[in-house]
């Protein structure tokens, strides 16, 4: 029963998926074979949902339990945790879920293969973290020729379309929103020249190759000077030898560090603590985080980090909404932003405006931390 389940998902899948991409939707230009195939898409979609329902409601009043295998990036970080909580929370036995777990331990091949493993097991659905955004085509044809639909959340996958929808975040806004309000302090401040080093995140990972992009354009636009990047694989131990190899290098010449996540920023203030280098609110160095877990915005209160843009890991409550909708038939959305709030530790700046990556201009406000944004934070 769960089988053919899939097996019709999928095939609604790639056809709602062709329909999104304007490939199925006849137009008054196309030919008339093509107005044919895609009327043909529309029937056998509308076939493959009702199927979908009633083979759904079958497995409901069977009582089935739905296995999902959930491929995640690792134990890297706090907001790792709080993702693997969140999908392990809401992907849930209460919810009719069982859950195969495989932590990948920020190994690409080790990835590849616990989803392997996974369309070899013949689960229902996986979910996927992807620790790199390429490298992805064929293990998810391999999934789509299973009939088990895939499903992606935090990270994006690049080189790819087979799967069915996407929850995370816009990484490239998380820099961009850096880049705008780091304009907006040092020129509040009256900070004439801005000497940045990066602390970045797993290579290839597209929340480092967005949040890159995103300060990037900034450095660029301000002519800014950008000593270094180097990574710090977005964990604690990795922030603070970046930032002892730079304090050996740069020690003096620096009045930015931008980490892109939390963790790297704990190392990289310990690196500077240890070496009597002044930072954060009262300091010599402004220093820029993303994330904005429990642990980050206790340092924010404290001054120690001067702003966090929030990447929001609660992705599990989406994740068992679309397993739902798919189970139920329905068209689930191609893609999903978490909200994410913007935070600072001075009341100065109330927003930034600046153009997301969709090129709209937007002015977003920042959020000064008090204890109370703290003790509500994941
Ligand atoms: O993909 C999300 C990023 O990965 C988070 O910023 C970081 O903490 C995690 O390791």
């Not at 196309?30 to 409601?57: G, R």
């Not at 739905?66 to 809401?90: C, K, L, M, P, Y």
């Not at 044809?141 to 690049?158: F, H, L, Q």
Request: net charge negative; with cysteine.
């Amino acid at each position: 029963m769960r089988k053919a389940l899939s097996i019709l998902l999928t095939a609604a899948m790639a056809t709602s998926m062709l329909a999104a991409c304007g490939s199925s939707t006849p137009t008054a230009t196309q030919a008339p074979a093509e107005t044919k195939a895609a009327e043909t898409q529309a029937t056998t979609a509308a076939e493959a949902v009702a199927e979908v329902t009633e083979a759904a409601k079958d497995a409901a009043a069977d009582g089935e339990t739905i296995t999902v295998g959930f491929a995640q990036v690792g134990h890297e970080s706090d907001w790792r945790t709080a993702s693997t909580n969140s999908v392990q929370s809401a992907l849930s036995k209460e919810n009719g879920i069982d859950l195969q777990f495989v932590d990948c331990d920020n190994d690409s091949a080790a990835q590849l293969e616990a989803v392997r493993n996974f369309i070899q097991q013949g689960v229902d659905y996986i979910v996927i973290d992807p620790i790199v955004s390429t490298g992805w085509d064929t293990v998810l044809t391999e999934a789509d020729d299973a009939g088990i639909p895939v499903i992606v959340i935090d990270r994006t996958i690049d080189d790819s379309d087979k799967y069915v929808s996407w929850v995370g975040s816009e990484f490239t806004n998380e820099g961009l929103a850096a880049g705008a309000w780091l304009k907006a302090y040092v020129a509040d401040k009256g900070i004439s020249e801005v000497n940045a080093l990066v602390i970045s995140g797993t290579t290839g990972s597209s929340a480092q190759i967005g949040r890159s992009d995103g300060f990037d354009k900034y450095v660029e636009a301000e002519k800014w000077n950008k000593i270094d990047e180097q990574t710090g694989d977005f964990t604690q131990e990795g922030g603070q030898k970046v930032m002892e190899s730079y304090l050996k290098s740069y020690n003096g010449q620096f009045n930015v560090v931008v980490c892109q996540n939390d963790n790297e920023a704990f190392g990289a203030i310990d690196a500077m603590k240890a070496a009597g280098v002044s930072y954060g609110v009262d300091g010599d160095v402004i220093v820029i985080s993303f994330d904005a877990c429990t642990a980050g915005l206790q340092k924010v209160l404290a001054g120690e980090i001067n702003a966090d843009f929030q990447c929001n890991p609660l992705q599990g409550p989406d994740c068992l909404n679309i397993i739902k909708k798919l189970e139920a038939g329905e068209t689930v959305d191609q893609k999903t932003f978490m909200a994410e709030p913007w935070y600072v530790a001075e009341d100065k700046l109330t927003d930034i405006t600046y153009t997301n990556n969709s090129g709209k201009e937007v002015t977003e406000p920042l959020v000064v931390v008090d204890q109370a944004v703290v003790d509500a934070a994941y």
